[in-house]
């Protein structure tokens, strides 16, 4: 009843003379808009059509992969270049690995968080009205499309799209046909636009908290994706450093990293991962804040060890710059710095094993609702955990010199960075969607889409592991060309089945996204019963986010079950002033 209270109290809020706005054209409503939910739509659903083509090339890697050597005539049929003579082709083999990895890593999972879900959860849960610089913040989002086309259309140019991987180490990259030319610069944007918002999300955090809203009472969303923010700040400016050198070096006549002129292919190293191990973080931490958020709302529990929480963000990312030579063990480095590497490697178990147990302590004996959102937090919970634990094996420098480069890392990279963020990004959706689009997701659908995708996940990446141990490389294109492999066979028709499961549940998810957007059941304002300020607003919030005034917050964010309350109250919101008032309803809570 404590919720009927409060539900009436915002009703009766939301009757208090309505913001007003100019009328606005559909352009500069819907596509240029400074509003920050709408680019948060906007990132998230160019974001998850990223997804999909990215799911598409997997798709053709684990066809290859299952089946080296066999004649899809099908595929020639639709893809007559990638498939010339009905098997694929190496080297558009070669340039799907780049191009899912980079879409992957920056055009789905950094810029459905940092963008999509920084953009929607930063004001709303400050009580802002939207972001410090709002059209600085509508230009960040379009250079967005800018880096993909650059990057898209290096698929077009001759030679096809680079086959250096993700990480584009040198020599190679320095060698390779234009499309590397194209993928640096796509690159240098991107890294350029998330700077630009990420100025916007940490100026926002520091100065437009309403009032009450101490750092004490920031929810871990914010405090995540507010840290995320600052680790790029120092991260991403590293590699348009090496971008625009390299790029320097393939037209310009530099030689930075080429031998021949006395550069250093390993100083791309350094710089890479430099910015790259950061980066890795850059994408789960704003997932473990989602799910930290989503455990408490939907468990009905307090976050346990809240300070703990901050603190392991805080060390993580911190960490998170000392790092990087862990990618490099197998570089030649001394091996005191092997070890040094390896200390801080091992040192940031620590903060992410705190975090860990806290999910779990969280989760025990709570009251957790099983709804889409929170077997997705679970989830992320449990992938964190086996992806971690293979983390920890892979910082001793003398195993990884076994299993650098092996399918061992493909497994725990897809396991921590891949799965566990993508779980992140999925809770978060299940979770927002109500506020973002005024309507629910179809629980069911949410649930089977689920289970489908942790086995899918499951059955994918961890025999992978094994695959790595059995010494199978990784980026080659026909295993079946190597003996001392012996049988793979098995493990990889495994693998491809299990990644068509998984690639096939996300259509699921598509129409159920697409479908509730336009149908789903109305929403209320606060579906879950959650305590965070967006969902005092109207689903979905007007621009400037607050019917009448701005919220005041009167406490922390999880009190779910609170021990002293009256009577049938099993949360107060931020917003609510005294516990009595929960139950009292009325005008007063949430006014000033
Ligand atoms: C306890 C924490 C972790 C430890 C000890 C750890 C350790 C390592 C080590 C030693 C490598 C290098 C393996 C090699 O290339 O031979 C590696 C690779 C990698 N890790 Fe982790 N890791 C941890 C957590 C994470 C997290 C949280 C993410 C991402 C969210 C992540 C993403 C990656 C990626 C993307 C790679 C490979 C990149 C590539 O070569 O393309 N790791 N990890
Ligand atoms: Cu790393």
Same mark, same amino acid.
């Given at each position: 009843?404590?919720?009927?209270?409060?539900?009436?109290?915002?009703?009766?809020?939301?009757?208090?003379?309505?913001?007003?706005?100019?009328?606005?054209?559909? &352009?500069?409503?819907?596509?240029?808009?400074?509003?920050?939910?709408?680019?948060?739509?906007?990132?998230?659903?160019?974001?998850?059509?990223?997804?999909?083509?990215?799911?598409?090339?997997?798709?053709?890697?684990?066809?290859?992969?299952?089946?080296?050597?066999?004649? &899809?005539?099908?595929?020639?049929?639709?893809?007559?270049?990638?498939?010339?003579?009905?098997?694929?082709?190496?080297?558009?083999?070669?340039?799907?690995?780049?191009?899912?990895?980079?879409?992957?890593?920056?055009?789905?999972?950094?810029?459905?968080?940092?963008?999509?879900?920084?953009?929607?959860?930063?004001?709303?849960?400050?009580?802002?009205?939207?972001?410090?610089?709002?059209?600085?913040?509508?230009?960040?989002?379009?250079?967005?499309?800018?880096?993909?086309?650059?990057?898209?259309?290096?698929?077009?140019?001759?030679?096809?799209?680079?086959?250096?991987?993700?990480?584009?180490?040198?020599?190679?990259?320095?060698?390779?046909?234009?499309?590397?030319?194209?993928?640096?610069?796509?690159?240098?944007?991107?890294?350029?636009?998330?700077?630009?918002?990420?100025?916007?999300?940490?100026?926002?955090?520091?100065?437009?908290?309403?009032?009450?809203?101490?750092?004490?009472?920031?929810?871990?969303?914010?405090?995540?994706?507010?840290?995320?923010?600052?680790?790029?700040?120092?991260?991403?400016?590293?590699?348009?450093?090496?971008?625009?050198?390299?790029?320097?070096?393939?037209?310009?006549?530099?030689?930075?990293?080429?031998?021949?002129?006395?550069?250093?292919?390993?100083? &791309?190293? !350094?710089?890479?991962?430099?910015?790259?191990?950061?980066?890795?973080?850059?994408?789960?931490?704003?997932?473990?804040?989602?799910?930290?958020?989503?455990?408490?709302? !939907?468990?009905?529990?307090?976050?346990?060890?809240?300070?703990?929480?901050?603190?392991?963000?805080?060390?993580?990312?911190?960490?998170?710059?000392?790092?990087?030579?862990?990618?490099?063990?197998?570089?030649?480095?001394?091996?005191?710095?092997?070890?040094?590497?390896?200390?801080?490697?091992?040192?940031?178990?620590?903060?992410?094993?705190?975090?860990?147990?806290?999910?779990?302590?969280?989760?025990?004996?709570?009251?957790?609702?099983?709804?889409?959102?929170?077997?997705?937090?679970?989830?992320?919970?449990?992938?964190?955990?086996?992806?971690?634990?293979?983390?920890?094996?892979?910082?001793?420098?003398?195993?990884?010199?076994?299993?650098?480069?092996?399918?061992?890392?493909?497994? !725990?990279?897809?396991?921590?960075?891949?799965?566990?963020?993508?779980?992140?990004?999925?809770?978060?959706?299940?979770?927002?969607?109500?506020?973002?689009?005024?309507?629910?997701?179809?629980?069911?659908?949410?649930?089977?889409?689920?289970?489908?995708?942790?086995?899918?996940?499951?059955?994918?990446?961890?025999?992978?592991?094994?695959?790595?141990?059995?010494?199978?490389?990784?980026?080659?294109?026909?295993?079946?060309?190597?003996?001392?492999?012996?049988?793979?066979?098995?493990?990889?028709?495994?693998?491809?089945?299990?990644?068509?499961?998984?690639?096939?549940?996300?259509?699921?998810?598509?129409?159920?996204?697409?479908?509730?957007?336009?149908?789903?059941?109305?929403?209320?304002?606060?579906? &879950?019963?959650?305590?965070?300020?967006?969902?005092?607003?109207?689903?979905?919030?007007? !621009?400037?986010?607050?019917?009448?005034?701005?919220?005041?917050?009167?406490?922390?964010?999880?009190?779910?079950?609170?021990?002293?309350?009256?009577?049938?109250?099993?949360?107060?919101?931020?917003?609510?002033?005294?516990?009595?008032?929960?139950?009292?309803?009325?005008?007063?809570?949430?006014?000033?």
């Amino acid at each position: 009843m404590a919720h009927g209270g409060t539900q009436a109290a915002v009703a009766g809020h939301a009757t208090g003379a309505a913001h007003h706005h100019e009328p606005q054209s559909f &352009w500069r409503r819907y596509i240029f808009s400074t509003d920050h939910k709408i680019i948060a739509i906007q990132y998230l659903l160019t974001s998850l059509v990223m997804a999909a083509v990215g799911g598409f090339l997997a798709m053709l890697m684990r066809v290859q992969l299952g089946w080296p050597g066999k004649e &899809w005539p099908l595929l020639e049929a639709i893809m007559p270049n990638a498939f010339k003579g009905g098997q694929m082709n190496p080297d558009f083999y070669y340039g799907a690995i780049t191009m899912h990895g980079t879409i992957m890593v920056f055009f789905f999972l950094t810029t459905a968080l940092s963008g999509g879900f920084a953009n929607f959860l930063i004001p709303l849960q400050i009580g802002a009205r939207d972001m410090a610089f709002p059209v600085l913040n509508m230009l960040s989002f379009w250079a967005f499309p800018v880096s993909i086309a650059f990057a898209l259309a290096s698929f077009f140019v001759q030679g096809g799209a680079p086959g250096t991987g993700w990480t584009a180490y040198v020599p190679l990259s320095d060698r390779e046909t234009a499309g590397q030319t194209l993928w640096l610069i796509s690159v240098f944007i991107l890294m350029l636009a998330f700077l630009a918002g990420g100025i916007n999300y940490i100026t926002t955090t520091l100065n437009m908290r309403t009032k009450g809203m101490s750092f004490s009472r920031l929810p871990l969303t914010v405090w995540a994706l507010f840290v995320t923010a600052l680790v790029g700040l120092f991260a991403f400016p590293a590699l348009m450093a090496a971008s625009l050198m390299l790029i320097f070096d393939r037209v310009g006549g530099t030689h930075f990293f080429d031998p021949a002129g006395g550069g250093d292919p390993i100083l &791309w190293q !350094h710089l890479f991962w430099f910015f790259g191990h950061p980066e890795v973080y850059i994408v789960i931490l704003p997932a473990m804040g989602i799910v930290s958020e989503v455990l408490a709302a !939907h468990g009905r529990k307090p976050v346990f060890g809240y300070k703990y929480m901050v603190g392991s963000i805080l060390t993580i990312a911190g960490l998170s710059f000392l790092v990087w030579g862990h990618h490099m063990f197998s570089s030649g480095m001394s091996p005191t710095l092997g070890s040094i590497f390896m200390a801080t490697t091992l040192a940031i178990a620590i903060p992410s094993a705190i975090k860990t147990f806290n999910w779990l302590a969280t989760i025990y004996r709570s009251k957790m609702r099983f709804t889409a959102a929170s077997l997705y937090a679970i989830g992320f919970v449990s992938l964190f955990i086996t992806g971690g634990l293979t983390g920890i094996i892979l910082g001793n420098p003398s195993v990884d010199l076994y299993f650098h480069d092996t399918y061992f890392v493909v497994g !725990h990279f897809h396991f921590i960075m891949g799965a566990a963020a993508l779980f992140g990004v999925f809770a978060g959706i299940y979770h927002w969607f109500p506020k973002m689009f005024g309507r629910m997701m179809n629980e069911r659908l949410g649930k089977i889409h689920f289970w489908l995708t942790f086995l899918g996940i499951y059955g994918t990446f961890f025999p992978m592991h094994f695959l790595g141990t059995a010494g199978m490389p990784r980026r080659i294109y026909n295993w079946d060309a190597y003996q001392f492999l012996g049988d793979v066979a098995t493990l990889n028709h495994v693998i491809s089945i299990s990644a068509f499961v998984l690639g096939a549940a996300q259509l699921i998810f598509a129409y159920n996204l697409f479908y509730s957007m336009f149908r789903g059941p109305k929403a209320e304002r606060n579906p &879950w019963q959650a305590n965070t300020l967006e969902w005092w607003a109207p689903s979905p919030p007007p !621009h400037g986010n607050w019917d009448e005034a701005e919220p005041v917050v009167y406490r922390w964010p999880y009190e779910y079950s609170p021990k002293d309350a009256p009577e049938g109250v099993d949360h107060i919101p931020q917003w609510v002033p005294e516990p009595a008032l929960a139950t009292a309803g009325g005008d007063r809570a949430g006014s000033r």
